[in-house]
């Protein structure tokens, strides 16, 4: 990875564009993934790019074509689908996750939108070259095993949620989303809009908005402005289940 960020702006088209750069001397290496791997020296040295977003900016158009591989180096992004009417929140990725790697194995198409929900760097890759990785490196190959099976539950929990549970549930099944531990040290709600919960649970701002109050009546959570603090986690877990 190289210690030159690039802002998207400057390079709306990363295919044009090409750097050898050394891993080994990038200031981001103590955050990237390869700080974990054996037999890196071939890959630390192939062409890559660090390319800045700006909050709102959008980093994948759904439709578009993949002609590399991003990977988060520090920042917030949400991963969503665009309806006619309202797009669906799959996931929120933070530093250290890939936003895309099924093209590595199969189509070459974006089937979904990213958008920066904070200042947001990531490393562009070629997907030959991660490849090539995974056929020398069984620790980055047992890496995606991971990777893919975590998407794979996530998407199978994220089908359950709009498709079978009551708006309660819903709403209830995305605070605790929103509440695990890889997001705690971001402070999440900071980031996130009340429209961003709509599109995480499949419902409207107005539904949103009617449960979040009655919750807070209940005692399940405490509202601080944006802020959202789960005051009876039994509870929320109770009506999760429940549906």
Known sequence: MTNNTLHSKQFPEMEGFSAKTDCNVCKEASKCFVRKLEKKEDFNNKNKFHISYNKGETIIKEGSHVSRILYVIDGLVKIYI????????????????????????????????????????????????????????????????????????????????????????????????????????????????????????????????????????????????KKIEITNMEMLKMINQKG
């Open 82 to 225: 665009e309806g006619p009417d309202k797009n669906i929140i799959i996931r929120l990725l933070k530093s250290d996750d890939f936003i895309e790697l099924t093209s590595l194995f199969g189509d070459d198409t974006y089937y979904f939108s990213a958008t920066a929900l904070k200042e947001t760097v990531v490393c562009s890759i070629e997907p030959k070259d991660l490849k090539e990785l995974m056929i020398h490196c069984c620790n980055f190959s047992r890496e995606l095993s991971n990777w893919y099976c975590t998407n794979y539950n996530t998407m199978l929990s994220k089908c359950l949620n709009l498709g079978l549970r009551q708006l309660n549930g819903k709403l209830a099944n995305v605070l605790l989303y929103l509440n695990r531990d890889e997001f705690k040290e971001i402070d999440i709600f900071s980031y996130i809009s009340r429209k961003d919960l709509a599109e995480l649970s499949g419902m409207s701002q107005e539904s949103v908005a009617r449960i979040l109050t009655e919750f807070s009546k209940e005692n399940i959570i405490e509202l601080k402005g």
